[in-house]
C-alpha cells in the first residue's frame, strides 16, 4: 500500500517478497536501483524519467552536480520506502510500472558487472527465471517457485 503528503512526499509499505535465490526483497533494494538508474556512471537511457517524476535532486544528479545519494527516495525501515518530490505528482504511484523502476538485485549486480544479467547470473524479482537467451534469437524461461 502507499501514501501521500501532499502528492509531494510518496510512502509505499512493501508485501514480504523474495528475490529468486531467496534473499527478502527490501527497501534498499528500490533505493540502491533508483540511485543506479540516475547515476550517470550507469548510462541508463531512462534515468531521466526521475526528472519528469520531479524526484528531488534527479536532475542535479543527471547533470553531475550531485551524488546519487542525494536523491529523493529512501528506506524508513527494511519494508517501507520513501520518495521525496520537488513538486505535487498525483500520479506518482502510476509512474512506478514501467520496467525500468523496478527493483535489481544489487549483489549481483555488484559480483557481475555488465554480465550480471546474463543465464546464471540473473536473480530476479518476477514470475520467470532466465534460462537461456541468444540475442536475436530466443530467450527461454521457466516459471519462478
Known sequence: KWESEGE????FHLRDAKWSNGDPITAEDF?????RLADPATGAPFGSYLV???VENAEDILNGKAK???LGVKALDAKTLQFTLIAPVPYFPDMLIQQFTFPVHRATVEKYGNKWTQPG??????????KDWKVNSHINMERNP
Open 31 to 35: 533505493v540502491y536501483s533508483f540511485r
Open 68 to 70: 546519487p545519494e542525494t
Open 8 to 11: 509531494r512526499i510518496w510512502t
Open 121 to 130: 547470473h540473473y536473480v530476479s524479482s518476477g514470475a520467470y527465471l532466465l
Open 52 to 54: 519528469d517524476a520531479q
